[in-house]
């Protein structure tokens, strides 16, 4: 007995399109929450999405290396990471963003407009050749701003971590929905540095747990000038 | 039949750094010389090799090396032998002081290590992918070099590098990938639709909007880890925290190792759009980034910051020498490059031994070197005023060969404005390096012992760099020859 999965190309579109709408919607909600730990588990979901698109348009187009990079992309961005981040956040005291430059709820309403506007802006474009998925591309753009908006706009180091997360899961989007992706080898080596960047932010979180007593990022302004 | 040059000169460091991770005196200091040493050897085989046939390539055109990445290779090959053959000095002193705790000496070698064989990897592979792999591997590795001895100010400046540096570098991996789909829309998903000969070879059939992106971001991107204004703000601070050595290898080569993946960018727009768009943009934000490291430099009181914001000058006057283009001014260039590499990683090397010196870092401290510090005080100052161009010195010399071009290239307010503020930053130079030499002596922590091989290391590249100015030996001219054809193969 064998289970066959036939999808077309068209699926594939199809789902990668649905997927980006979903890495949307928690994007919204990640720049929409006070919560760390919230904040991780959702940026798991956000990359196990990814990792399901980045499969469909595999197995559709009998692409190996794409079925394979879903399982990297799944085993880094949608695991590992997260539980590094946790492990790292049940160390710090404060696991809660208090006092960000810009609150959760105009967080949530300036990460809808960066959908909307970068929907208006790159909805038309015809930059992609040879994906059928008109939402991915502008679905990425807004992940890699929502990102930028939430690492500049907080004060917690681990929050200023989970926006350059979402940032780093809207580059590997905008790669996905530009060309399904890079060369193999460089995929890889751009998840080992991700997962490289993990490690030494974990690393320096604990000096600064040690040294400050908290991971938050006002103790950080003493070099001017 | 190149494969295993390759591999010995990135692996000897990578393979070195894990042997030393966990050993401590005498014997990660010969290690880390060992490893130096192989990689050393396989280099200078493969850097004669790329000048004598123009292109070595190996791994099946993974690593392909032109005369460019050959010079670039030979200065990171200089700068990391002169910044390890200060590093046991540095480092005995640093234990000794409780600025390293003991078992920090083995990280600090291997992590030394492998950040030279980041910084080693960045030249040599072809794939603009690849490159972006190497680049964002210097920052991270780099990242714990900065933040090694734990204080306040230490980690600060190695959390805001990590954060910023990530986050820049991802701006660099957007324009890969609008490289990537110009390229794609031509060639198909092949795998060589990457690398950047293959791109220079097609650049005029690419989408020009998509290469208009492309290098928009790679300004942005690799302008972070060049440090050009406004993407700067890391730079001071990690170049003035990290150990002393580390501050010579991330100013002399690694802003030079962002700056060459850069050019890259630069020269397959150039290629496919003509040079207006991307030199019209390296020459404005290289002079924005002129313009405000000299308010800074003038009114400094920090020794390694001041060397720091004068790393951020010279960046820009090379991004505004890339951006005239035109052979006089691509042979200042190249020229300038290597200059700036040595003397900058010099003059890091003398203010860390005059910090541990003085037990201060400030420049109101640091004065009247003559008597209290002759070696190092007499090379940071006098290497201070050599940098801010003292003719008829080398980098004199290649400042007035930019500028020269720049007219020459039509860009006459932008030259003229090169010069004004070459001529502000030499003058705010001179007066911090006169101050150095012949100011009121402050007072000396530890007196200081005369060193042999500290005489050397500093005296040698700044003669070197001294003498450039009024000789130039042959194999050098027409190495630089062969790199200005690179760096203008299809502009002006």
Request: hydrophobic share 55%.
């Amino acid at each position: 007995m064998s289970l066959t999965i036939t999808l077309t190309a068209l699926d594939a579109a199809r789902l990668l399109d649905a997927t980006s709408a979903g890495i949307v919607l928690v994007g919204i909600l990640i720049a929409g929450t006070r919560s760390i730990g919230r904040a991780v588990w959702l940026v798991a979901a956000q990359a196990i999405l990814l990792s399901a698109a980045i499969a469909g348009v595999g197995l559709a187009t009998h692409s190996s290396h794409l079925v394979i990079g879903s399982l990297v992309t799944l085993a880094s961005r949608g695991i590992a990471v997260p539980l590094a981040i946790r492990y790292i956040l049940r160390q710090s005291p404060v696991r809660v963003e208090r006092n960000p430059y810009l609150g959760p709820r105009a967080s949530l309403v300036a990460a809808i407009a960066i959908v909307f506007v970068s929907a208006m802006a790159i909805g038309n474009a015809t930059l992609v050749g040879s994906v059928e998925a008109p939402r991915a591309l502008p679905a990425a753009v807004a992940e890699v701003l929502t990102g930028l908006l939430i690492a500049m706009t907080r004060r917690k180091g681990l929050s200023i971590v989970v926006g350059l997360l979402v940032f780093e899961n809207g580059l590997a989007l905008v790669a996905f929905s530009l060309t399904y992706g890079m060369p193999f080898v460089v995929e890889l080596g751009a998840t080992f540095d991700l997962l490289m960047v993990v490690v030494v932010v974990g690393v320096y979180a604990r000096r600064m747990l040690t040294v400050f007593g908290s991971l938050s990022t006002d103790k950080l302004r003493n070099l001017r000038g | 039949m190149n494969d295993p040059v390759v591999a010995i000169l990135v692996l000897a460091p990578a393979v070195g750094g894990l042997a030393a991770w966990r050993m401590r005196g005498q014997t990660v200091e010969l290690i880390a010389f060992a490893a130096y040493v192989a990689a050393c050897s396989a280099g200078v085989g493969l850097i004669l090799a790329a000048f004598q046939t123009g292109h070595v390539t190996a791994f099946g055109g993974i690593v392909s090396i032109d005369a460019l990445g050959a010079y670039v290779l030979a200065l990171t090959l200089i700068v990391a032998g002169l910044a390890l053959w200060a590093s046991p000095r540095y480092i005995r002193h640093e234990l000794a002081s409780d600025g390293l705790r003991p078992h920090d000496e083995g990280h600090y070698y291997a992590l030394f290590l492998w950040f030279m064989a980041t910084l080693i990897t960045v030249p040599i592979v072809d794939n603009l992918g690849l490159l972006w792999v190497a680049i964002e591997a210097t920052t991270v590795v780099s990242a714990l070099l900065v933040g090694i001895n734990r204080s306040p100010d230490a980690i600060e400046a190695a959390w805001k590098y990590l954060i910023l540096g990530t986050i820049g570098v991802g701006f660099a991996l957007l324009a890969t990938l609008f490289a990537y789909a110009s390229s794609v829309q031509v060639l198909g998903e092949s795998s060589d639709a990457l690398n950047w000969t293959r791109l220079m070879s097609i650049a005029p059939t690419l989408n020009p909007s998509l290469l208009r992106l492309s290098f928009v971001f790679a300004l942005a991107g690799y302008g972070t880890k060049i440090g050009l204004v406004p993407f700067h703000t890391w730079l001071p601070d990690a170049h003035s925290q990290a150990p002393s050595p580390v501050s010579a290898l991330l100013s002399g080569v690694s802003l030079v190792a962002a700056l060459y993946a850069l050019i890259r960018f630069h020269l397959v727009a150039v290629a496919g759009i003509g040079p207006g768009f991307s030199s019209t943009l390296l020459v404005a934000f290289g002079l924005l980034s002129m313009a405000v490291a000299l308010p800074f430099m003038i009114r400094q009181e920090d020794v390694k910051r001041l060397l720091a914001y004068s790393s951020i000058e010279h960046m820009g006057l090379l991004a505004v020498g890339v951006g005239f283009g035109g052979p006089l001014a691509l042979l200042g260039v190249a020229l300038h490059m290597g200059l700036h590499a040595v003397t900058k990683a010099t003059l890091f090397l003398s203010a860390g031994e005059l910090v541990q010196q003085y037990g201060s870092r400030r420049l109101s401290a640091i004065r009247g070197t003559i008597t209290a510090a002759p070696v190092a005080g007499v090379a940071l100052g006098g290497g201070i005023v050599l940098l801010g161009g003292l003719p008829p010195s080398g980098i004199f010399v290649t400042e007035f060969a930019i500028v020269v071009g720049g007219v020459t290239q039509g860009f006459f307010p932008a030259a003229a404005a090169t010069a004004l503020l070459l001529a502000l930053c030499f003058v705010a130079l001179a007066v911090h390096g006169s101050r150095i030499v012949w100011g009121h002596p402050g007072p000396v922590l530890a007196a200081s012992n005369f060193d042999i091989g500290l005489a050397l290391r500093l005296a040698a590249p700044l003669l070197a760099v001294a003498v450039l100015g009024l000789w130039t030996p042959g194999p050098l001219i027409s190495a630089l020859e062969s790199i200005k054809a690179i760096l203008g193969a299809t502009g002006a």
